[in-house]
């Protein structure tokens, strides 16, 4: 995913946030709501309640012609928003604001109160597999901003569970996250915090998002269960 050099003014950032929402509904906005309902799986409930949004190509701005993702921080702050174009063949087709990515994790505003209730957050790697899962009903799940699990969100989390279950893409770029988030599990002892951090591995070349349409919800909590289980009888 390319960064943008520079960030929008707040101002800005806050209007095209707006317009893309509402742009997003209309008939120009019909092809990228067709998408994310029916290529994303995304609800309707869960598009208007992360606020994605569409800039149509009849706009003159750098971001027309992409799907709008606005990026929070744990209290509802607006910090960057991330861009995917509708067309595939288009060069840079993901942008987003550059911002310190291991600062954040994508949805916890939306979901810290559900990771409070049960105790548990699932971790998974991009936007779209956030907001399908919450389109499922799995309400306890964040994203990693960047590629990596870092100690600032850990002590994000921290404040809410215990229990951190992490879906990686089944890719060679997934097992090396998941084996950097359990090599710093270990260096830095954080079982001595309480924490657990269960490994959820998919079959290879299949994205969190993936394996939850194919499988379905019952699917997915079976494949939560017996991470937990496994976890629980090597440990």
């Known amino acids: 995913m390319v960064e943008w050099r520079d960030k929008f003014p707040e101002t800005e950032r806050e209007k095209i946030v707006l317009a893309a929402k509402a742009s997003l509904r209309k008939p120009e906005g019909q092809s990228a709501l067709d998408y994310l309902l029916n290529v994303r799986k995304f609800s309707n409930e869960t598009i208007n309640k992360f606020n994605i949004g569409y800039c149509p190509t009849s706009i003159n701005h750098q971001v027309k012609g992409r799907i709008i993702t606005p990026i929070y921080d744990t209290y509802g702050n607006l910090v960057a928003i991330s861009t995917r174009h509708l067309d595939r063949s288009v060069k840079n087709r993901f942008w987003h604001e550059s911002f310190d990515k291991g600062s954040y994790l994508y949805g916890l505003y939306y979901a810290k109160n559900k990771i409070r209730k049960i105790n548990k957050v699932l971790i998974v790697e991009?936007?779209?597999?956030?907001?399908?899962?919450?389109?499922?009903?799995?309400?306890?799940?964040?994203g990693l901003c960047g590629s990596a699990f870092t100690l600032f969100q850990v002590s994000l989390l921290i404040k809410y569970c215990t229990d951190f279950y992490f879906m990686f893409d089944g890719d060679v770029a997934g097992k090396t996250s998941m084996e950097r988030a359990i090599?710093?599990?270990e260096k830095y002892n954080l079982k001595n915090y309480q924490l657990r951090f269960i490994p959820v591995i998919l079959p290879k070349g299949r994205d969190p998002d993936d394996?939850?349409?194919?499988?379905?919800?019952?699917?997915?909590?079976?494949?939560?269960?017996?991470?937990k289980e496994n976890y629980e009888f090597k440990f």
């Open 211 to 227: 394996y939850l349409i194919e499988n379905g919800r019952e699917g997915v909590k079976e494949k939560l269960k017996t991470a």
């Open 126 to 142: 991009g936007e779209c597999d956030v907001a399908c899962y919450h389109s499922y009903g799995f309400d306890m799940t964040v």
């Open 183 to 185: 090599r710093d599990y």
